[in-house]
């Protein structure tokens, strides 16, 4: 995903978790956030919640790729779930190159058109994992 994002003149900042990537979020501006759903540590929920509450206005892309279930009948649709906790978009890994960049496309320029004034200077993309 960097090595994509990047090479689409993005710049990215990773984190290895949702507790790295909230340090960051709190010592920088980021104009999207890319969250796994299960991560280590602190999974990709909890993180939303708390990216909610420091900086409201970050869009937030989730991917998934794992249920919670072995019979797909009986999983939970995780990627819904986030949307409708505030997540503006979602992946289903594996994904296509030109699915992510039209996310990170279409999350942005919704973003900006939000924002009749920014709020911040332009930031970056984070991603957590």
Same mark, same amino acid.
């Given at each position: 995903?960097?090595?994509?994002?990047?090479?689409?003149?993005? $710049?990215?900042? %990773?984190?290895?978790?949702?507790? =790295?990537?909230?340090?960051?979020?709190?010592? &920088?501006?980021?104009?999207?956030?890319?969250?796994?759903? +299960?991560?280590? &540590?602190?999974?990709?929920?909890? %993180?939303? #919640?708390?990216?909610?509450?420091? #900086? @409201?206005?970050?869009?937030?892309?989730?991917?998934?790729?794992? @249920?919670? $279930?072995?019979?797909?009948?009986?999983?939970?649709? +995780?990627? %819904?779930?986030? %949307? =409708?906790?505030g997540a503006v978009s979602s992946l289903q890994k594996p994904f296509k190159p030109a699915a992510l960049l039209a996310a990170v496309a279409d999350c942005l320029e919704a973003a900006n058109r #939000? $924002?009749?004034? @920014? $709020?911040?200077? @332009?930031?970056?993309?984070?991603?957590?994992?």
């Amino acid at each position: 995903m960097r090595l994509l994002l990047e090479r689409a003149d993005h $710049s990215v900042v %990773t984190a290895g978790d949702g507790r =790295k990537g909230l340090a960051l979020l709190e010592a &920088g501006d980021f104009d999207l956030l890319f969250l796994d759903i +299960f991560m280590p &540590g602190m999974d990709g929920f909890e %993180t939303m #919640r708390m990216v909610h509450q420091l #900086r @409201p206005l970050v869009p937030i892309i989730v991917m998934s790729g794992r @249920p919670i $279930s072995s019979d797909e009948g009986d999983a939970p649709d +995780f990627l %819904t779930m986030a %949307t =409708k906790l505030g997540a503006v978009s979602s992946l289903q890994k594996p994904f296509k190159p030109a699915a992510l960049l039209a996310a990170v496309a279409d999350c942005l320029e919704a973003a900006n058109r #939000r $924002s009749s004034a @920014p $709020s911040h200077a @332009p930031g970056g993309v984070a991603s957590c994992p």
